[in-house]
C-alpha cells in the first residue's frame, strides 16, 4: 500500500480488515492470485480485487498508485519499492507457498544462473550446489 494507507499501522491485520479495502492481487489463472482469493473464501468472505494482474510488478504499480493494497510474495518488494510503497507481512494470513527449482544432474550453468539462485535464497550459492548437480546417482 502507499505509504501512509490505514492498513500499515493496524496493530493487527486479519483477512477481514484487508477486505474493507480494494485488493490488487494476481490474476486468479496464477496460482499465487487464485490462493490468495481461495483463503478469502475459506474465510466466508468474498474478495473481488480491484484488479489482476500477471505481473507483481504491474500489482506493485497500481498499489503505489493508491489504487488499492497489493497483495504480493514477500520475496517480490525490494528496497526500491520502499519509496513509493509501505510494507507489511502478511504471511501470517496465508498458506506458505513453495516454488521448486529443477536442476538437470551434471549440467553446467552458467556464472548468472548461480547469482540469480543466490539472491533467491543464500542457501542456493554455488559452492554448495556444484556438489549436488555433479554427484553420482
Known amino acids: 500500500a502507499p505509504h501512509g494507507h490505514p492498513i500499515l499501522t493496524r496493530p493487527s491485520m486479519t483477512l477481514k480488515e484487508l477486505a474493507e479495502h480494494p485488493v490488487i492481487v494476481q490474476h486468479s489463472a496464477r496460482r499465487q492470485g487464485g490462493r490468495i482469493i481461495q483463503k478469502f473464501r475459506q474465510a466466508g468472505l468474498e474478495l473481488v480485487p480491484t484488479v489482476q ?18 497483495i504480493i510474495p514477500a520475496f517480490s518488494f525490494s528496497d526500491k519499492d520502499g519509496a513509493a510503497l509501505g510494507f507489511r ?15 538437470q544432474r551434471n549440467s553446467l550453468l552458467q556464472k548468472h544462473v ?24
Open 89 to 103: 507481512d502478511a504471511g501470517h494470513l496465508f498458506d506458505p507457498f513453495v516454488s521448486v527449482l529443477l536442476v
Open 53 to 70: 494482474s500477471l505481473d507483481v510488478d504491474i500489482v506493485k504499480s497500481y498499489a503505489a498508485a493508491g489504487i488499492g493494497v497489493g
Open 114 to 137: 548461480y547469482a540469480m539462485l543466490e539472491l533467491i535464497d543464500p542457501a542456493l550459492a554455488r559452492d554448495r550446489l556444484e556438489p549436488l548437480i555433479f554427484e553420482s546417482a
